[in-house]
C-alpha cells in the first residue's frame, strides 16, 4: 500500500500562490498521484492528477520529478474559499487507494 | 446524473445494534470504495471492490463486511455496532480503467451509543 507524507498545516494570504509537496518513497511503476480537496462535512473533491512532468488545470498545476517520489500542487492565487484539507495519493484502478493524514491550508485575507 | 447517492445521512445507533449503509452510482463505474473518517482526522479505507464480484480488505475492515450487489450497489454492514465506530462513512467510486478519480457520496454520520 503506497503511503504519502505531506505537511500537516500551511498558512498564506489571498492572492499568494501556495506549493503543497507530497512525498511518495515507494510509488510503483503504474501508478498515478492524484490530488483531492476536502471542506468540512463534505466528501473530497478531485483536484488534479497526473503521472509524470506537469499537468496544469483550471485550478492547479501539478509537478511530478523524473523519479516520481515527490510531487506538488500548485495552488495559484488563492482566495479565502481555498482553505481546505488538501490530500494526495497515490495508486491505481481497482486497488486499494489510502489517503494520508492531508494537509490543512488556512487562508486568510 | 445523481453521481453517488449514500443512505441514510444521519443514524444513530446503540452498541450491539447492526445496521446497513447503502451506497448507489450511476457513472457505470467498475470501483467502488468505503471510507471512514473520525472527527479531524483523514479518511481511512474499510473494503473496497475493484469490480463487479470483488471485495478486498482496506485498511480499517474489522467489525465491518460487505456487499457489491451488483454494478451499481455497494452497501456497508456493522453486524454489532461499538462505540469505536462512530463516524462518518463516505462512499466512493472510480471507473477503474486506466486512471483512479474517485467521486465521492455525500457521507453518512453515524453515532454509536
Known amino acids: 500500500l503506497a503511503k504519502t507524507t505531506q505537511p500537516i498545516s500551511m498558512d498564506s494570504y489571498e492572492g499568494q500562490e501556495v506549493n503543497i509537496t507530497c512525498s511518495h518513497n515507494?510509488?510503483?511503476?503504474?501508478?498515478?498521484i492524484t490530488w483531492y480537496q476536502q471542506f468540512p462535512s463534505q466528501g473530497p473533491r478531485f483536484i488534479i492528477q497526473g503521472y509524470k512532468t506537469k499537468v496544469t488545470n483550471e485550478v492547479a498545476s501539478l509537478f511530478i520529478p523524473a523519479d516520481r517520489k515527490s510531487s506538488t500542487l500548485s495552488l495559484p492565487r488563492v482566495s479565502l474559499s481555498d482553505t481546505a484539507v488538501y490530500y494526495c495519493?497515490?495508486?491505481?484502478?481497482?486497488?486499494?487507494?489510502?489517503f494520508g493524514k492531508g494537509t490543512t491550508l488556512s487562508v486568510s485575507s | 446524473n445523481a453521481g453517488v447517492t449514500q443512505t441514510p445521512k444521519f443514524q444513530v445507533l446503540k452498541t450491539g445494534q447492526s445496521m446497513t449503509l447503502q451506497c448507489a452510482q450511476d457513472?457505470?463505474?467498475?470501483?467502488m470504495y468505503w471510507y471512514r473518517q473520525d472527527p479531524g482526522m483523514g479518511l481511512r479505507l474499510i473494503y473496497y471492490?475493484?469490480?463487479?464480484?470483488?471485495?478486498d480488505k482496506g485498511e480499517v475492515p474489522n467489525g465491518y463486511n460487505v456487499s457489491r450487489l451488483n454494478k451499481r450497489e455497494f452497501s456497508l454492514r456493522l453486524e454489532s455496532a461499538a462505540p469505536s465506530q462512530t463516524s462518518v462513512y463516505f462512499c466512493?467510486?472510480?471507473?477503474?480503467?486506466?486512471?483512479?478519480?474517485?467521486?465521492f457520496g455525500p457521507g453518512t454520520r453515524l453515532t454509536v451509543l
Open positions: 471492490s475493484a469490480s463487479e464480484g470483488t471485495t
Open positions: 466512493a467510486s472510480s471507473a477503474g480503467q486506466g486512471y483512479n478519480e474517485q467521486f
Open positions: 457513472m457505470n463505474h467498475n470501483s
Open positions: 515507494n510509488i510503483a511503476t503504474n501508478d498515478y
Open positions: 495519493l497515490v495508486g491505481r484502478a481497482g486497488t486499494a487507494l489510502i
